[in-house]
């Protein structure tokens, strides 16, 4: 039986190896992230940082985008003479943050939009609706740091819109702002969504926000807060309608 045991690990080790170097690139030898690219600038596509490219990424692609990052966080960290080998807590740092961009924080950009169930709006109610507070976190593309904050959403829905389910709004907001951006064009995809969906009478959407740019860095304000608003369609158009759901939001 000591024969087996050491064979048993030798393929372990090489498999391991190749799963590795097969996932970062493709057959052509080019990383993952070159060949995705190349496919969107053949459809002349915008995959700026609050861009989704799901439609350009293979199934299974996402592990080796992974990858791929890992392997430049690494050397993101030694570029800051970080001793990753002996500090015990950065030894998997660079697959840590590789993870948490991909597949947690910026996942927005890699995943499909999630399915909304649409229903038809049956007791043809027109009445203000409003959403919130919603918990939104998300990252600025200028120094990938973190916003975290609050979204209300109001939708004056017409005889004729598709609802969709209270839980869906907290899932595609979520999906919108899963990606470096800024504030201000965060709210305004968000809005452009939601009457593209329901086709609203009206539709809102506010958002305060704490940055930890100017939090973390920079100024270094701690109670520097950040509010948009987006107003379309009836709230745009009736002031009563504008303070009412302003009214009812609770920013407190
Ligand atoms: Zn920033």
Not at 29 to 36: A, E, N
Not at 140 to 147: D, E, F, G, K, V
Not at 224 to 232: E, F, L, P, Q, Y
């Amino acid at each position: 039986m000591p024969t087996k045991k050491p064979v048993v690990k030798k393929v372990s080790t090489l498999q391991k190896k190749e799963f590795k170097k097969e996932s970062a690139k493709d057959e052509s030898g080019l990383p993952l992230s070159v060949v995705i690219r190349r496919r969107i600038e053949a459809q002349k596509a915008r995959f700026h940082a609050n861009d989704n490219i799901a439609s350009f990424i293979k199934p299974g692609e996402l592990e080796g985008l992974v990858d791929e990052v890992a392997e430049k966080m690494q050397a993101v960290l030694e570029s800051l003479v970080i001793d990753t080998e002996n500090d015990h807590n950065t030894q998997n740092t660079c697959r840590r943050v590789a993870k948490m961009y991909v597949q947690e924080v910026f996942n927005g950009r890699y995943v499909d939009q999630p399915t909304l169930t649409k229903f038809p709006n049956v007791s043809r109610l027109n009445e203000l609706m409003i959403i919130g507070p919603i918990t939104v976190r998300s990252a600025c593309s200028h120094h990938l740091c973190p916003i975290m904050g609050r979204i209300w959403i109001g939708v004056l829905p017409s005889k004729e819109s598709a609802l969709i389910g209270l839980s869906k709004y907290s899932r595609l907001t979520e999906w919108v702002m899963c990606r470096p951006q800024i504030q201000e064009e965060a709210v305004v995809e968000l809005a452009d969504m939601l009457e593209k969906k329901i086709k609203p009478i009206g539709v809102a959407v506010v958002m305060d926000a704490d940055h930890f740019c100017m939090q973390w860095r920079g100024v270094k304000d701690r109670d520097s807060k950040m509010i948009n608003s987006v107003m379309r369609g009836a709230f745009l158009k009736d002031s009563n309608l504008r303070r009412e759901f302003l009214a009812l939001i609770d920013r407190k």
